[in-house]
């Protein structure tokens, strides 16, 4: 294998690793700051259980965040030297904008997030969780600002092989920026929510810490019902604006190889053929391909006939990602309004079989997520920059043994690194909220008692 | 008024740079001191005196990468895949500390791979730093490509020498001496005894290292050299190692005395003097003798477009970390409440 292909293995397989990471650390900031304002209002003692147990899923999951995405950052230089020698004067401002309105305010108020509850005022303690839950959100808007520029470029002119900025704005804000941007937000909303909800539903289950797991149901179904059916809408939306910008992609992800006479089918299942440019054993519906791309019966779609073979994206990879991503979409939407329903009839923890499905589905959030970014990356190939540079001119001229090497440490070290956390994960489930989490007046009473009786 | 953009620019780079080194050195240190004790609860309160501010401490070290990647393009992508496997171990080592912070805590009384996997990251981490230093004031053998970028033509070891192994020793030694006067200011009992020891010897490790790589620096080179040597350069930097050689003076007396505060300011002020050697040794060259900091500059807009934001931002940050330090200053001890 040459470098090229191992450098696009290495950063698929590292930036797979990481994006898991603020996925839950997104999800969960947002999910803390309610839990937290909701405590300080009602002062109610499981509610601050949750929010304890929470933050140490939380900061397990920040750890892990900011070792592997400090790896990502050094990447981009070591294995994509080429590419951020074109594009360095345009994406390395906005990274840097990442690191001084984002990972900063995290670093500085996680801390006092963490070990402040003793130390700060209750309302300074309340600002700085909701500071590490706005970081995390600005930094989400800064890389997927960058990320979007990459497959719309705008804002830009070559200066013989190097890129210079026209204007800033066209940058930040390129064409698909708003609906990527939304589009993630939300799917780090739905995949929290489930992972929460399936915790929840365990412990029901089980019968262990059943109020905590009773409350966390309850709480992740409430945001599921509404961050669920969001994220239908907007991956439409999103659709549709790639569907502007990068035919091609859209072409992949539908299996549409040649124009169709008259409206287009929606194409279930097949068995993309890049070689022979077809499909083999297609399932189709007719019409629906028409009226899901072009909201109307009749309107054309894009196919991979227009688009030169060298420049197609791998097909099969991008089609069926998609399937994925868009199949576990609308079984959290069916699973989100179980929910509602169930909690109109008092069933909520009532519903065994609907307990498990929650259960089971508490990872399929990060694989939808998984899939969503595969078939965004591998749409956009054999381009780095879309239409402007190429995958195989943005690679460093690394020997190929280095990269092979450094790309075995990362698969064992991540590997030695997700095994712990799941095993820590879990754990801290089975043990639920302890008595540490009782709120601080609990415990002065229980350490009271204690100087009393002795 | 013109701007000289990429001079305040290596300024900010140069900053956070130092900052970082200052920060997760002595945090770094605190791992490397590890094996000092064998002690959980000992080792508990080292871990403690920095869980709350490593975060932020290792965030400096992705500033720098990303402002030489916003300002300085050209070095950035010319420096790291010369630099690939220093820079990828570096990455190695600090994967696997920084999880340890967390890890650790979750596995109660069984803390002993997770203290290696803290003691090793933190150690080969900074042997990679000292080693990448040295590597870079040796210079990347790179050429001229036609696109007017430049490619490396050295091989995936070229990095490793007996220059960039003894600066590698030496950070660790300087980080290490870091970590033990941090742990003097902050824990008292048999563990501040114990760091006072360790930073006694580190302190003459330490000197020695200064003084050959301050020796064996000019001495490789002569353009550097003649920078120091020069009439009348030496009178007008002779106060850089007559000062550090009097903050090692403070910080020996420091250290005999068992002052708490006085070891970690002259240590800082030790790193400093080194530092500010280094760049005057190195000035003004973004890849040492390839590029000056000129020839690396992005065009002023994207500089331009960077520091409008920096020049705002950076005081607020240095704002809030301090806040974040006060918060949680005092001595860290035993059963200190972890989240």
Request: glycine share 10%.
């Amino acid at each position: 294998m040459d470098a090229l292909l191992l450098s696009r293995l290495q950063f698929a397989f590292t930036i797979g690793f990481h994006i898991l990471f603020p996925t839950l650390t997104i999800g969960l900031g947002l999910f803390l700051v309610v839990l937290e304002g909701l405590w300080l209002k009602r002062r109610d003692p499981g509610i601050y259980r949750m929010l304890r147990f929470w933050t140490r899923v939380f900061a397990l999951a920040f750890g892990v965040g900011v070792v592997s995405g400090l790896v990502l950052s050094y990447q981009l230089g070591t294995n994509w030297g080429r590419f951020t020698a074109v594009t360095g004067n345009v994406l390395g401002p906005l990274i840097s904008y990442e690191v001084v309105t984002a990972f900063f305010l995290e670093a500085g108020f996680l801390g006092i997030m963490l070990f402040g509850w003793n130390r700060v005022p209750p309302k300074i303690h309340y600002l700085s969780t909701i500071l590490v839950a706005v970081g995390t959100l600005i930094s989400t808007f800064w890389i997927l600002s960058a990320n979007s520029w990459m497959h719309t470029p705008a804002g830009f002119a070559m200066d013989g092989e190097r890129m210079v900025v026209t204007d800033w704005m066209a940058v930040v804000f390129n064409p698909s920026f708003p609906y990527r941007l939304a589009h993630m937000v939300v799917a780090t909303l739905v995949a929290t929510a489930f992972l929460v909800a399936g915790v929840g539903a365990w412990c029901v289950l089980r019968d262990r810490h059943r109020d905590f797991g009773r409350r966390s149901l309850s709480f992740a179904l409430g945001m599921a019902a509404v961050a669920a059916p969001l994220q239908v809408l907007v991956g439409d939306l999103h659709g549709l604006n790639t569907l502007e910008h990068q035919p091609a992609k859209v072409a992949a992800m539908e299996g549409h190889w040649n124009a169709h006479d008259g409206p287009a089918p929606f194409i279930l299942f097949a068995l993309p053929d890049q070689a022979a440019g077809r499909n083999r054993a297609e399932i189709a519906i007719p019409y629906a391909g028409s009226l899901i791309l072009t909201h109307s019966l009749s309107g054309a779609v894009p196919t991979l006939a227009a688009v030169a073979p060298q420049d197609r994206p791998p097909v099969a990879v991008v089609f069926w990602a998609f399937r994925l991503m868009v199949g576990l979409g609308l079984w959290f939407v069916v699973l989100a309004g179980i929910g509602l329903y169930a909690r109109r009839r008092y069933a909520l923890t009532q519903w065994r079989w609907y307990l498990r499905l929650l259960a089971g589905t508490a990872p399929l959030g990060f694989v939808a997520v998984l899939a969503g970014w595969v078939v965004t990356e591998a749409g956009r190939q054999p381009w780095l920059v879309y239409g402007h540079l190429r995958t195989a001119d943005g690679v460093s001229l690394v020997p190929a043994e280095s990269v092979a090497v450094t790309f075995g440490l990362f698969i064992l070290a991540y590997g030695v690194l997700l095994a712990a956390f799941l095993a820590f994960f879990l754990r801290m489930v089975a043990r639920g909220p302890g008595d540490a989490d009782d709120p601080p007046h609990f415990q002065n009473k229980a350490k009271a008692a204690v100087v009393e009786e002795g | 008024m013109d701007l000289d953009l990429p001079l305040i620019w290596s300024a900010i780079i140069a900053l956070g740079v130092f900052m970082y080194v200052l920060l997760d050195g002595f945090d770094l240190g605190v791992g490397i001191l590890f094996p000092f004790t064998r002690d959980a609860g000992e080792r508990d309160v080292m871990m403690n005196t920095v869980a709350p501010v490593w975060d932020g401490n290792e965030t400096w070290l992705i500033l720098g990468g990303a402002s030489l990647l916003g300002a300085f393009p050209l070095a950035y992508s010319t420096l790291l895949p010369a630099l690939y496997l220093p820079v990828m171990v570096m990455l190695f080592g600090l994967v696997f500390r920084g999880v340890a912070f967390e890890f650790r805590f979750k596995t109660a009384g069984r803390h002993l791979w997770w203290d290696r996997a803290f003691f090793t990251g933190s150690l080969v981490a900074s042997f990679a730093q000292g080693a990448l230093l040295g590597a870079f004031i040796q210079g990347v053998a790179v050429e001229r490509v036609a696109d007017g970028g430049y490619r490396y033509t050295g091989g995936a070891f070229d990095w490793l020498t007996p220059f960039s192994v003894m600066t590698g020793v030496g950070l660790v030694c300087g980080y290490a001496l870091l970590g033990a006067t941090w742990l003097v200011w902050r824990t008292d009992g048999a563990l501040q005894q114990r760091a006072l020891s360790a930073a006694r010897g580190l302190t003459l490790a330490v000197l020695a290292f200064v003084a050959v790589v301050s020796l064996w620096t000019p001495w490789a080179n002569p353009p550097i050299a003649q920078r120091w040597f020069a009439w009348p350069n030496l009178v007008l930097l002779a106060p850089i190692p007559l000062a550090a050689l009097a903050a090692a003076l403070v910080l020996l007396r420091a250290l005999a005395r068992g002052w708490e505060r006085m070891p970690f300011l002259m240590t800082m002020a030790l790193f400093l003097l080194s530092y500010a050697g280094l760049a005057v040794s190195l000035w003004p060259f973004a890849v040492p003798r390839v590029m000056t900091i000129w020839d690396a500059a992005s065009p002023p807009e994207s500089q331009m477009f960077l520091l409008a934001g920096v020049a705002v931002l950076l005081p607020v940050i240095l704002a809030y970390t301090f806040y974040s330090y006060r918060v949680f200053r005092g001595k860290v001890r035993a059963g200190a409440g972890y989240h």
